[in-house]
């Protein structure tokens, strides 16, 4: 089913990249994917180099270096366990822009990238790397925020606003699901109870049942007083939920849900991977 996956990891060396390299790797063992760890070369790298006492001649001999030396603690942890390869790759550019035309070029299936979550989406959510890398690519993106460190998933939570790409969406989630016998709860978060949403919860759960070959899946709609963002939060909480899921399309439900409540204070998905669909 996947055969030939690809992996696309932007590296920085900061706290929230290497996080996501562990979380690439691990994903390219079920996977069996070839994992790319991609460094776009900035000036804020190299002037954090230069104070180190380094000249620019031998800035770029470092970072290779760095860089080979994180590709071989991969291949020593994830090849033997089904990783099928991991590369270096360094190309100079505009960061975001140049990490989604390698992607694109290589016919990445998955770019994994750190973030520094809170901070990051809040403090200035339109301009951070974060965002416009997830508004622009046509890749499926998973955000890994800084304090957040690898462990088994054992709960995806998919927030669904009742798409036709659902249908297709989902199979992506169950098949992450299987790799580590998980549950899911695909969930519809309603900041009223409206009985068109029972409805349409119904018709969807009619919809996609015969179509999802898989147990460890709930069907879960929600109201809350706040907005959806906010209930969706409430319910990450409540739930357990290890890993957020959403399908990102245009004027969707995904992009309403940041830019309504990122300004109203939502901090605790934001510490949960985020993984946004962008193929179903």
Known sequence: MYNNFK?????????????????????????????????????????????NGLMVGDQYSFINKKLGNLVQTVKVESIPLGLKACEAQIKDGEIVETILEFANEIKANLIIMG??????????????RSADLIGKSEIDVLMIPRKVFFKVPRKFVYATDYHDEDKLAIQK??????????????????????????????????????????????????TYRDSPGLGLENYLISAKGDILITLSKKKSWFDQLFAQNLSKKMSYFINKPLYVIKQP
């Open 7 to 51: 992996i696309v990891c932007p590296v920085d060396f900061s706290e929230c990249s290497l996080n996501a390299i562990e979380y690439a790797a691990k994903l390219g063992e079920k996977y069996q994917a070839t994992l790319y760890l991609f460094h776009v070369p900035n000036k804020e790298d190299y002037q954090k180099l230069s104070s």
């Open 173 to 222: 989630v169950v098949q992450l699901a299987i790799f580590y016998d998980s549950e899911i709860d695909m969930v519809h978060v309603s900041s009223r109870a409206r009985g068109i949403d029972k409805l349409t919860h119904q018709s969807m759960i009619s919809e996609l049942s015969p179509l999802i070959k898989y147990e460890k899946i709930a069907f879960v709609l929600k």
């Open 115 to 128: 973030t520094e979550g809170v901070n990051d989406f809040k403090k200035n959510y339109i301009g951070s």
